[in-house]
């Protein structure tokens, strides 16, 4: 168990809908990060944020968002969502301060399916 | 920018026999490396990580990787694979100590034949 904890695990929906994942990271974690897990595009860093603001973006599409709440949890919104979207979300955290093992802690991930 | 190539998305070998994967890196800087593992419906978790200082570095579940700078490699090693080490390994870079945006590698799926 890494401490990091993703909900839902399965998500099922439509073209066009819009769905909102959850990340509670590890106890006393700073940084929080989302990646996608895709057969084709294999594991890609979405975006980061450090206590609440965010750190480093990589390749997110503008139909999704994310933020990072005061007691640290995270959301990812996806919106409008296409059948390339369907993927399985990694969220993932760190201590994310100077003092680093440069180790990420991931979740269980979210299994989207759009259909 | 930096990046990672994993040779071969697919590698089997026997039960008891040496275990190799690949990853060469490609940084501007001096880079820090990273091996992941994940098993089946899991997440991911490290494997071990070179940061800097000696070169060989060992990891949990008695696998090792060696940085090598002129061949800007850093493969993965097991002397004798065990049926538990099936599952998908990925090779990571970063360059930011402290800020752990990782670039991964498109992953190698270990697979262990009785």
């Known amino acids: 168990d890494s401490g990091v904890t993703q909900t839902p695990k399965h998500l099922i929906t439509a073209t066009g809908q819009r769905v909102t994942l959850r990340c509670s990271p590890r106890s006393g974690d700073l940084s929080v990060y989302w990646y996608q897990q895709s057969l084709d595009q294999g594991l890609q860093f979405l975006i980061q944020y450090y206590n609440g603001e965010e750190r480093a973006k990589g390749n997110i599409l503008e139909r999704f968002s994310a933020q990072q709440f005061p007691d640290l949890h995270s959301e990812l919104n996806l919106s409008s969502l296409e059948l390339g979207d369907s993927a399985l979300y990694f969220c993932?955290?760190?201590?994310?301060?100077?003092?680093?093992?440069?180790?990420?802690?991931f979740g269980e991930g979210s299994r989207l399916t759009v259909l | 920018a930096q990046s990672v190539t994993q040779l071969g998305s697919h590698v089997s070998v026997s039960e008891g026999a040496l275990v190799l994967l690949r990853c060469n890196y490609s940084s501007s800087v001096p880079p820090y490396l990273f091996w992941y593992v994940q098993y089946p419906n899991q997440g991911l978790q490290l494997l071990l990580k070179?940061?800097?200082?000696?070169?060989l570095v060992k990891g949990i579940n008695g696998f090792e990787a060696e940085f090598k700078k002129s061949e800007t490699s850093f493969h993965l090693t097991k002397p004798s694979a065990h049926m538990s080490d099936a599952a998908e390994y990925f090779c990571a870079v970063s360059v930011n100590f402290g800020n752990e945006k990782l670039t991964f590698g498109t992953g190698t799926r270990l697979t262990i034949i009785p």
């Open positions: 070179y940061t800097t200082g000696a070169t």
């Open positions: 993932a955290s760190s201590v994310g301060t100077g003092v680093s093992t440069g180790e990420l802690f």
